[in-house]
Every structure is written in C-alpha cells, then in structure tokens.
C-alpha cells in the first residue's frame, strides 16, 4: 500500500457450505482477507476452489442450498451508515441488502450472454439499477444510461441502448454488463472471471476499460480469476485460495516475486509462458508419476507412426482452401436473398511429418471450420487437401465410399469439450471399443488387450474401464477422449482446444501428455488454441488465422521473435503475461469493433490494383500482404 | 413485424387447403354413405323404402358424383358460408350448429381462463418452493385432478350441486330456458351451471399446466440473468415476474395453438354426461350417422379454430422475444 487507504470490507473467518444429498459440503473454509477503498484485489485458484462462492456470500446471493455457517463480512460504506455492517449476520430479506446489491455493491459475470436477459433491451437492464436505487423518472435514467453506455465505449450508445443482447458481440456485451456495475457509482465491484470468455484482444480491450474506471471513480474490484497473467495486469493485493482456504496473500508484488507457498509455487511453474525453451517440461500442480512415462514407451512401439523414413515430403498439405457458408433468409413464398459468410478464405499450408503445427485465432477465425474440412465432417466449396499417406497420396477432399472410410482411420480428432464429447451412456469401455467395432479390427480378445493398453498409454488405470464418464474429472475424460482417439493408431490428430476447458494444473499434466505421446509415436499434429502460450509449448510452426484468412505463418520462435503482420502484433500484445516486468501496454490496446482492419497498414490491405498474396520471407515465415508491396517494407 | 403477420397468416392457407383434403378423405374413408345408414336404420325398423326417392336424395345431393367433384362443391360452398345440408336434421348445417357453437366458445374460454388462473400460482409457488411440503402437497392435489377420469366427475359434481345448490341435472340452463331467446334470467341460469364444466374440464388441464409452469420456471430460475437481477439488489418477487416467469411464458404462449382444440374435443364425452347443448355430442352423432356434412363442417371448424390458435400464439410470441422478432437480422 503506497498511502494509508481507508478500509472498505472485511471478510473474517468466513465458512460456507453446501447441503447435497446426504451431507454437507464444506466450499469454505475460513477465509480472512480485507479490501481497501479504490484497490484491486484478486482471488485467484483453480475451479472448485470456493472463490466464486465467496464472491455469492458478500452479497449474499448464494443458491439456496448454501449457507453461511460462521463467520463475518463487515461492510464499511460511508452512505449506507456510519458503523460497518455484518453481511453474513443480516436476514435474507433485509432491506439493507437491496440497498447494498446493485446500489454499493456491484457484480460483473462471467459469461456476458447468459448474464443478461435475451427478452430485454440492454438500456432496459442497466437502467434497472437506476430505477431502484436513485428512484429515477424514465427519461433521466434513460439520459444516464446513454451516458454510461458511452463511457463504457459503445460506438453507438443511442442505438446501444435499444439493442437486445444476442444482436451485440461478446466484447459488447460484457461492455454492457461493466456499464450495469458502474451505473450507481458503486464503492465496490466483484467482477468473476470477467474476461474469461472473451477473445485475447477483447480481453485486453476490457482489462484497460476495468482499469481506467477503476482508476476514475476510485472504486474497489474483487477480481476473481483464474488466470495469473490477469492478475499481474490489474490486482494490487492478491488472495489465493485452495479447496476453501487461504494459501497466501498478500501485495501482487510479494507474491509474484517471493511466493511462499507451495502451491502458488505449484500453481506458476504449471502454466506455459513465452520464455520457455524447447524441450522445457511444465510441472504439472499434481504430477502422473513416473510409471506413465514408462507406459509410453512399452507401448510406442506398437502405437508408433510408421513409414516416414523420408521426413521431407509434407504429410498433410491444404492448398487454398476455401468454405462458403449460405444462408437462405427468404420464406416458403418469397424467393429471398442467399447471404454468403466466407468462413475459410484461400488457406494454404503443409505439416511435415512428426511436426506439430499451430492453428492459432480467435473465435469466427475459421480455425475449427478448417479441422472440420479436413476430417471431412463438412465439404469444402474450393481447393484441395492431400494427405501423403503411408499407402500413397490421398486427394483428401475427392474420397468417396470406402476410400472415405478408410481415410477416417487415418485421421482423428480430441474434442474441446470433455464432458459433451463423451456419451454419458457409454462405460469407458465401451467408448473406447467403439472405434475397433465401426472399424472391424481385430477379434474381442485382441481388442480387450488394446483398450487395457490404450488406458496404460494415456496414463489411466485399466480397472476404470467398467466406470461411466461422470465419475471421471475433467482431466480423465480428456485423456479418455485421447485415448479414443489413438484407438486406430492415426497417422494425423487435429487437437480442437484441447485444454481449453480444463484447469491450469490439467492443463499442464494434458500438454505433457499430448507431447510425450507426439515425440513417442511420432505423430503428426495440428493443434488448434486461442491460447498462444499453449500453442507456443506445443507445436513446432504456428499459422495465425484471422477472419478466414491465414495471415501469417512462421515457426515458432521466428513468429514471437519477430511478427510481422499486424493482427499477429496485436494478438501478441494482447496476452497478460504472469509477469510484472512485462505488463500490457494499455496505452497502445484500442478498442477496434468491427473495422478491425482500420489500424493496419496499407500494406496489409488490399487495393484496387492489387489483392493479397501469401509473401515467403526467410526461414520459412510467410505472411498475407499486398502482392505489389515492397518486401523489406514488411520487416 | 407487419410483414411477419401477413407472412404467417398466408401461410394458413395452404394448411387450411391440406386439412380440408384430409378431413374429407377422412369421411369417405367409411363405406357407405348417409343414405345407406338410413334405409338401414328404416328396414331395421320395418318401414318400407322406395328405392327411386333415395336415388332422387342421393342425385339431388351429388352423391352420384366423383369424390373430387364432391369434394370441390364442398370447398367452395364453405368458402362461401354454405356448409352444406344436415340430413339428420333437415336442416342446414349453420342452423344446426349456431348456438351451439356459441355455448362450445364460451365455455372454453372460460376453462382456459380458470385453468390459468389455477396453474400459475400454483406453478410459480412450486417452482420457488421446490420439494418443499407445499411443493409436494400441491402436485398430489394436481395429479388426483389428472387421475380421476372426468366423466366420473362430472358425475359427482352435478350430485352435490344438485344436493346443496339445487341446480337442476344436465344441460347448461334451467329446463325451462329451453328454445327460449336469451334474457337476463337465462344468461344467470347459465352462469350458475356453468362452473360444473368449467371445473370438470379444467381440473386435468390444471394438472399438466402445474407441471409444466413448474418444470419450465425451475429451468429459468437457474440461469445466470436471474443471479444478475438479484444482484442488482431487485426484490424477490419482481425479479421473478419480470425475468424468468417472463421467459417462461414462451413455452406456455406456443402451447395456446393446441389448447383450443384439446379443450373442445376432449370435452365431448363429459358434455354428453352432462348433456351440454356444445358441439362435442353433435360431432358425435354426425359421425356415427355418417351425416357427411355436418361432420366434415364440424372437423374443418376445429381445424381452422387450431390454426387461427397457432396464428394468434406465433403472433404473440413474435412480439413477447425479440429473438425471434429478429430472427435472421431482419430491420427493426
């Protein structure tokens, strides 16, 4: 604390727990910790860590089956009286606490969509608070509202104010939710994982938007957050729990340069960062052991990718790939215009064999839908796709029947998702026979021996065969989803976000894995994130799509050493780095809607005389510009 | 939105053609036709029959025509407010009908009415009260409605109005009403009768709409906006009204296309308990005679009155969610 600062709210000793069937949870464990008036305070752990649920118990908005059972959360706020208040020792029903929600204190959620009603306009749901706390007459309110929806940075808060939900973007939307927080000018906001579901760019944009206000009103923020390159840009104390206790707290400098406790320790080393080297191992928060590794070996022999001896020719190579999707807007009478998202535009590359290749954007870049094309889940509307097969060259795009069939062996997929990728029904056995059945390879009693084996290879314990998915954690079914995918022994896997649903200490044990099982079988991967740290562990060249476009392409140390397209700049410089000698440049993070090309150079646009093309610099890095620009120009 | 309505009411239109073509294939599906039934039912009871005036009946009526043919006079006489001819009663099909139909509307509308009235709060307390005593105590209550079979009802009910009210058995007015105009005592004599239907046919309906305002709320309470609400420090009960009651509404507003015809037909049986003078009994008969026109106007009313329901509740959900007001980024 540079100046003494007056104290806002105490959290003491504070126990909450869950009734379940048949008991009670404990999600807290007493946790104490203060806030002061205009700070940040970050509370960061893993799901499950009790962190939200404290968030619910300060304002008292827990589900109705928890319960405060001890402890006090003194609330100092000069308008709402002069002594602190006990929030946990209030009724449920005491007005106090309608004054304090919304009024004194605010909350901004984590999933911008689901957080705000579809049936209402936005202007309606933020000038709500208005209505309720300052007993405002309409078109005052509707005034503020327009006002505060400017601050918050709509480009358009007139036509904002009218608008519904599901017709703004995420960035927008979440925009909407700050400027509901802010509305009554509270003393304090809790803002749960505010950024978690946004794009790495629109993260930065609302990080800097959370801060400016911040700084501007002088108001307190509980960020709640997993995620320590967010905390080392906002907080200015942090609090970390585990399982419901306090693991360490303290200023974000303490804590980021003496971590004290085993856990933060734990938790920093288990997430990627951009200084790693290669062949730099994360230490996962609760390590596989040993026997896992040797389980990978004992079994790569039979798993390993075969036939390669020649590692020059591409084993994968998409040329100008492209896919339309049209949607017919007329009716059963009227003919009605077909209106045409280009969602792959002319994306061209090649995956060596054994290399892993990143596949990096954010969400509407076409990443997923060029996976998609690839395995033949839809068609493509131009360009070609070869997959340089142990039997040959295969016209990946032109299989029909029973070539299409095979081809579906040679190529697999692990899913983003682990819970909806695996069916509920379906014992783990079951779903890792499944591929053998559809397949017709090889008789009960071999498959019996390669699903024991399959389990040992992802690191699982075969007795859990005859288990169903749900008693699995998310980590387990990612690794059953792996294994399901190793089944037939593919020579390619497409990897969609396959972290991206997990905890950072998962997060870790799954890349490792992923990586091991690549270096030992000698897979060749593309691996598709919006997580550039994960993409940047991982894979050994990096392309970057952007709007259907591929922009750049370059291995990996060349591509964060020296990007050279604009976008990948951006991108870059919108990742929050655990590090607080490295914090985001706000000053140069802008808010760029829908014109995301304003701010580009011209010669990464196209022009009357002349499109873009695919420009080869040295050392394999290729970057989208104007054909007829000036190569040093670039560099 | 104006484009939308015009849009969704031409689009009755081919669904009106498809069911009338439906039904009427329906009514020649039978063999025979009303004639048969009728010299049948004159040779049972050892009349005579002259064989030329039943060919006459049958010339002058069209039956001696193709199917299609039939079917066209019959389309383009309802399209002109001609529903055709009753044989059984001599009469044309819209006198035979008439008041009926009235009385049919009436009390349907009136068990819609007590059937929401009833389920609401009903579903709203048990969705807010989830598994508790009241939650349970009242779905027992709801699914004895649902249980107990209407007619065995209606039975009891006229019973105990008889024993303690006086009400006089069957029919929707006192005796004495009968084929009289309407008049103040007569209006009053339907309305003290009324109730009994009106409960007998709402109290299944009441059930299944408890559970369904129940289940639908108890998904809306769940979600996060409800949670935003709270925590923009609303009271309770107005942030149940204005947002997940509101949500869902959707459900229960796109069910108003089936509970039109549900509530008519499903009331035949306990209107020939009761002896109701609705529609439900005279279907019926029209169809156990083969009294082809009046059957066939009657089905084709309960089509439309189904379409113009759907109609009215794609209307009315269009103007509730804007997301599907705009659907597929049509202008504001």
Redesign the interface.
């Known amino acids: 604390m540079p100046e003494k600062k007056r104290q806002l709210l105490q959290v003491e000793d504070l126990h909450v727990s869950f009734a379940i069937q048949g008991g009670r949870v404990e999600a807290v464990r007493g946790v104490s910790f203060s806030m002061f008036k205009g700070t940040v305070v970050a509370l960061v752990g893993e799901s499950g860590s009790g962190k939200s649920v404290i968030a619910q118990s300060i304002?008292r908005?827990l589900p109705s089956n928890g319960t405060i059972d001890s402890g006090r959360i003194l609330f100092h706020d000069r308008e709402l009286g002069k002594k602190p208040v006990d929030i946990a020792g209030l009724k449920t029903?005491d007005p106090y606490?309608?004054?304090?929600?919304?009024?004194r204190i605010?909350?901004v959620?984590q999933?911008p969509m689901?957080?705000?009603?579809?049936?209402?306009?936005v202007g309606n749901?933020i000038e709500?608070?208005l209505r309720?706390?300052r007993n405002m007459g309409h078109a005052e309110s509707k005034e503020e509202t327009v006002d505060i929806l400017r601050l918050v940075g709509f480009p358009d808060p007139k036509g904002g104010y009218e608008r519904?939900p599901?017709?703004l973007s995420g960035g927008l939307r979440q925009r909407a939710?700050i400027a509901?927080a802010l509305i009554c000018n509270p003393a304090m906001i809790i803002a749960d994982e505010p950024t978690t579901a946004l794009d790495v760019t629109v993260q930065a944009q609302i990080l800097k938007l959370m801060k400016q206000l911040q700084k501007k009103f002088d108001t307190a923020i509980l960020l709640i957050t997993h995620d320590l390159g967010v905390v080392a840009n906002m907080a200015d104390e942090v609090v970390v729990v585990y399982h419901g206790k306090l693991m360490e707290a303290g200023p974000v400098e303490t804590i980021f340069n003496h971590p004290q406790h085993p856990y933060l320790k734990a938790l920093m080393a288990a997430v990627p960062h951009f200084d790693m080297k290669k062949g730099e191992r994360l230490v996962s928060l609760r390590d596989m052991g040993k026997e896992k590794v040797n389980a990978v070996s004992e079994f790569s022999s039979r798993y390993r990718v075969r036939g390669f001896e020649d590692k020059s020719e591409p084993h994968l190579v998409v040329k100008n790939l492209g896919k339309e999707f049209i949607?017919r807007?007329g009716?059963?009478?009227t003919a009605g215009e077909d209106s045409k998202v280009i969602a792959v535009d002319d994306v061209s590359f090649e995956i060596m064999p054994g290399e892993c290749l990143g596949l990096v954007g954010e969400s509407g870049s076409g990443k997923t839908t060029v996976s998609k094309l690839i395995m033949r889940a839809i068609s493509a509307t131009s360009g070609q796709v070869l997959m340089n097969s142990k039997s040959g060259m295969i016209d990946v795009l032109g299989l029909n029947g029973p070539d299409l069939f095979e081809y579906r062996r040679k190529i697999q997929m692990i899913f983003q998702d682990p819970f909806s990728s695996l069916n509920p029904r379906m014992t783990v056995k079951s779903i890792l026979l499944e591929p053998f059945d559809v397949h017709k390879v090889g008789d009960p009693e071999s498959r019996e021996r390669d699903v024991v084996d399959l389990m040992k290879l992802v690191g699982l314990d075969p007795r859990f065969l005859n288990r169903y998915p749900h008693s699995f954690s998310g980590g387990q079914r990612q690794r059953i989803g792996i294994a399901r995918a190793l089944a037939l022994h593919p020579e390619i896997m497409i990897c969609d976000e396959p972290v991206s649903a997990l905890d950072v200490s998962v997060q870790a044990q799954i890349l490792n894995l992923l990586n091991d099982l690549r270096t030992e079988l000698g897979l060749t991967s593309l691996f598709i994130s919006h997580n550039l740290a994960v993409v940047n562990y991982v894979a050994d060249r990096i392309a970057v799509m952007c709007r259907g476009k591929l922009v750049e392409l370059a291995p990996r140390e060349v591509l964060f050493a020296n990007p050279v397209h604009p976008y990948t700049k951006s991108l870059l410089a919108s990742v929050p780095y655990p590090d607080l000698d490295r914090l985001l440049d706000f000053e140069s993070i802008q808010y760029t809607g829908e014109d995301y090309t304003s701010t580009w150079p011209d010669a990464f646009k196209p022009n009357e005389n002349s499109g873009l093309s695919a420009i080869h610099l040295e050392n394999g890095h290729v970057v989208l510009a104007n054909e007829n620009v000036d190569l040093r120009e670039l560099v | 939105m104006l484009s939308y309505i015009i849009k969704r009411s031409l689009y009755m239109i081919p669904t009106l053609i498809l069911i009338s073509m439906l039904v009427f294939t329906l009514i020649e599906l039978p063999p025979g036709d009303y004639f048969e039934s009728y010299v049948a039912q004159l040779l049972a009871s050892g009349e005579t029959v002259d064989p030329q005036k039943i060919e006459f009946l049958r010339r002058e009526y069209g039956f001696d025509l193709p199917p299609y043919q039939r079917y066209f006079k019959w389309v383009i006489g309802m399209v002109q407010g001609d529903f055709g001819y009753s044989f059984e009663y001599q009469l044309p099909v819209r006198e035979v009908v008439g008041d009926r139909l009235w009385f049919t509307i009436f009390i349907t509308f009136c068990t819609i009415i007590f059937t929401w009235l009833i389920a609401f709060p009903i579903g709203i307390y048990s969705a807010t009260h989830q598994y508790s005593w009241g939650d349970y105590g009242l779905t027992f209550i709801g699914l004895l409605g649902l249980a107990t079979p209407n007619f065995l009802l209606a039975l009891v009910m006229m019973y105990f109005a008889k024993e303690y009210f006086g009400t006089s058995i069957g029919g929707l007015y006192d005796p004495e009403f009968i084929d009289q105009p309407m008049s103040w005592a007569k209006a009053m004599s339907i309305l003290e009768h009324l109730w009994i239907p009106v409960i007998v046919i709402g109290t299944s309906g009441t059930a299944g709409m408890i559970r369904r305002v129940r289940a639908n709320l108890l998904d809306e309470l769940r979600k996060p906006y409800v949670t935003t609400a709270r925590a923009k420090g609303m009271p309770e009960f107005r942030a149940l009204m204005k947002y997940p009651f509101r949500m869902s509404l959707n459900f229960f507003i796109a069910d108003i296309g089936s509970i039109l015809p549900s509530v008519i037909s499903g009331a035949e049986i306990v209107a020939i308990v009761l002896s109701l003078q609705t529609t439900g009994p005279l279907l019926i008969s029209a169809l156990q005679s083969q009294d082809m026109y009046l059957a066939g106007s009657f089905l084709m009313l309960l089509a439309f009155l189904t379409v113009i329901g759907v109609l009215i509740s794609d209307i009315a959900l269009a103007i509730l969610d804007p997301r599907i007001r705009l659907a597929g980024g049509v202008s504001r």
């Not at chain 1, 606490?97 to 009024?103: F, I, K, S």
């Not at chain 1, 689901?114 to 306009?121: C, E, G, M, N």
């Open positions: 304002l908005i029903r606490l309608y004054q304090m929600r919304g009024g605010s909350m959620f999933e689901t957080a705000l009603s579809p049936l209402h306009t749901q709500e608070a309720l706390h519904y599901f017709e939710v509901m949607t807007k009716s059963f009478f």
